[in-house]
């Protein structure tokens, strides 16, 4: 195997620190992996080491990400730009985690979350500009008053990305059915109440289960989804849903086994991937040394995986299901005393 490279893209605020952290656990690893290492987003100079970026992003085999508030914009690039249209965020417990929940032993489900379009796309503005459309409501039986002071947002469903998206959860869904897991993809959306546009992402989920006889199929209204997530995490398998309710949804998925700190997540497309946390950059704990780096551990584990270091992955993943098994080197947001430091030793210490 040729040497990889990997684009680091350490972030905002306090998010850099936990990718400092996986980057020395992965050093650890001694992997064939050249790591091209980008400044804090605080440190970018306008335009050029966006520029500087991009370029590197496409020479490279992946990239690890920390969160960004917006200073470190080549996050735009990595999305539209490589067009990784799956975000997959799984939401497993490991023993350890602290739960909320009485009984999240088992609970081991992924969303996958439409990446590139919906409410994403930045399409707002005063709702006098839809004047000359003469915008007709279904359900008020009359047209839009653009008269009222007030704004709007587009929502797009392509019919060509929903299937991208859906095909992608149920290879997924094969993937884990070989692993041992149920094989089943659930659907969710407001398609009840948006019946063009979740509507379409209904019905073109569904046109995609024929295609997967092996594969169990099942479709929620999104708020009776939400009671799910909470009330029976055990019965989902692979869950597929539009941008907005995946971003959401995957933060109330994320506090049921135990917070934002142990969610990861990888951004997939035909020909790149991209790897970060679910969590944002945390500004209120910066400086502060505490934050938990399990999140973006567990998403180098899975750019690992996605690179060919199948044996390197599974390792990582062991050594922190260990230190959560042990629990005597736990950060504060698990209940424990170890700082981020501390914390990625132990890591360390059980590859
Ligand atoms: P964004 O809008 O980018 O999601 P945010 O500030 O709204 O950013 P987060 O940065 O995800 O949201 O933080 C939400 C809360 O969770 C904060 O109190 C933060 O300190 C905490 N938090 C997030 N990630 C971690 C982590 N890895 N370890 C510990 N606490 C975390």
């Given at each position: 195997?040729?040497?990889?490279?990997?684009?680091?893209?350490?972030?905002?605020?306090?998010?850099?620190?936990?990718?400092?952290?996986?980057?020395?656990?992965?050093?650890?690893?001694?992997?064939?992996?050249?790591?091209?290492?980008?400044?804090?987003?605080?440190?970018?100079?306008?335009?050029?080491?966006?520029?500087?970026?991009?370029?590197?992003?496409?020479?490279?085999?992946?990239?690890?990400?920390?969160?960004?508030?917006?200073?470190?914009?080549?996050?735009?690039?990595?999305?539209?730009?490589?067009?990784?249209?799956?975000?997959?965020?799984?939401?497993?417990?490991?023993?350890?985690?602290?739960?909320?929940?009485?009984?999240?032993?088992?609970?081991?489900?992924?969303?996958?979350r439409e990446?590139l379009e919906d409410l994403y796309l930045?399409l707002e503005?005063?709702l006098?500009?839809l004047?000359?459309l003469h915008l007709h409501s279904r359900i008020l039986r009359a047209d839009l008053n653009?008269?009222?002071?007030?704004?709007f947002a587009i929502k797009v469903i392509t019919e060509r990305k929903t299937r991208q998206v859906a095909?992608?959860a149920?290879?997924?869904?094969?993937?884990?059915?070989?692993?041992?897991?149920?094989?089943?993809v659930t659907c969710t959306s407001k398609y009840n109440m948006l019946r063009e546009s979740d509507g379409l992402f209904r019905q073109l989920v569904e046109e995609t289960a024929a295609?997967?006889?092996?594969?169990?199929y099942e479709q929620f209204i999104v708020d009776d989804f939400a009671r799910r997530?909470?009330?029976?995490?055990?019965?989902?398998?692979?869950v597929v849903m539009p941008n907005l309710y995946g971003d959401i949804l995957?933060?109330?998925?994320?506090?049921?086994?135990?917070?934002?700190?142990?969610?990861?997540?990888?951004?997939?497309?035909?020909?790149?991937?991209?790897?970060?946390?679910?969590?944002?950059?945390?500004?209120?704990?910066?400086?502060?040394?505490?934050?938990?780096?399990?999140?973006?551990?567990?998403?180098?584990?899975?750019?690992?995986?996605?690179?060919?270091?199948?044996?390197?992955?599974?390792?990582?993943?062991?050594?922190?299901?260990?230190?959560?098994?042990?629990?005597?080197?736990?950060?504060?947001?698990?209940?424990?005393?170890?700082?981020?430091?501390?914390?990625?030793?132990?890591?360390?210490?059980?590859?």
């Open positions: 195997m040729a040497t990889k490279k990997v684009v680091v893209l350490p972030g905002d605020d306090e998010a850099p620190q936990t990718v400092f952290a996986a980057l020395e656990v992965m050093r650890a690893l001694k992997l064939d992996i050249e790591f091209i290492e980008f400044p804090v987003g605080e440190k970018w100079v306008r335009g050029e080491t966006d520029k500087a970026a991009r370029a590197a992003i496409d020479s490279s085999d992946s990239t690890l990400f920390g969160s960004t508030s917006g200073k470190t914009t080549a996050i735009n690039y990595l999305r539209w730009g490589r067009q990784t249209y799956a975000n997959v965020r799984p939401c497993r417990y490991l023993k350890g985690f602290r739960s909320p929940l009485a009984h999240p032993d088992g609970i081991d489900y992924v969303i996958v990446n930045g503005g005063p006098e500009a004047a000359p653009t008269s009222e002071r007030g704004k095909r992608f149920f290879e997924l869904a094969r993937k884990r059915k070989a692993q041992g897991r149920p094989g089943k295609d997967y006889p092996d594969i169990a997530v909470v009330q029976s995490p055990h019965a989902l398998d692979v995957s933060d109330a998925a994320a506090g049921t086994i135990g917070g934002l700190g142990l969610a990861p997540s990888g951004c997939y497309g035909d020909d790149y991937a991209y790897f970060e946390s679910v969590h944002g950059t945390a500004p209120d704990i910066l400086g502060k040394g505490v934050i938990n780096p399990t999140a973006t551990m567990l998403s180098a584990a899975m750019m690992l995986e996605y690179l060919g270091f199948n044996e390197a992955s599974r390792r990582f993943d062991q050594a922190l299901r260990a230190v959560y098994a042990e629990g005597s080197a736990l950060t504060v947001d698990q209940g424990g005393r170890a700082g981020t430091a501390e914390f990625t030793r132990a890591v360390i210490a059980r590859l």
